[in-house]
């Protein structure tokens, strides 16, 4: 099992950065691929980006591709979210998530999940 805190959320302006962290418990978060999901008020959780266990295979949303950036510390335990160029239509809470034996896009196959982070872009 393994438990996740996500950080970093904040308000910013459009054209800004914000770098969101997951920190994982437990001593198994590099057998696990990694996602970033995101919900914003009213709508369902999409999927944002994804990394598999070793860090080697990323995979993102038409939305945030070419702007964002996911990335793994398997040393530390912990999973990033590097967002450049934001736009008001990014604003969410955003979530990190495992999956034991699956990677890709598709959020029910996660199998943990961490409370989220308010994202906010002001336009």
């Known amino acids: 099992q393994v438990q996740l805190v996500e950080s970093g959320g904040g308000l910013v302006q459009a054209g800004g950065s914000l770098r969101l962290s997951c920190a994982a418990s437990?001593?198994?978060?590099?057998?696990?691929?990694m996602g970033w999901f995101r919900q914003a008020p009213g709508k369902e959780r999409d999927f944002v980006a994804t990394i598999s266990w070793g860090g080697g295979s990323t995979y993102y949303a038409d939305s945030v591709k070419g702007r964002f950036t996911i990335s793994r510390d398997n040393a530390k335990n912990t999973l990033y979210l590097q967002m450049n160029s934001l736009k008001a239509e990014d604003t969410a809470v955003y979530y990190c998530?495992?999956?034991?034996?699956?990677?890709?896009?598709?959020?029910?196959?996660?199998?943990?999940w961490g409370q989220g982070t308010q994202v906010t872009v002001s336009s």
């Open positions: 437990g001593r198994t978060f590099s057998t696990y691929s």
């Open positions: 998530a495992a999956a034991q034996t699956y990677y890709g896009a598709n959020r029910n196959d996660y199998n943990y």
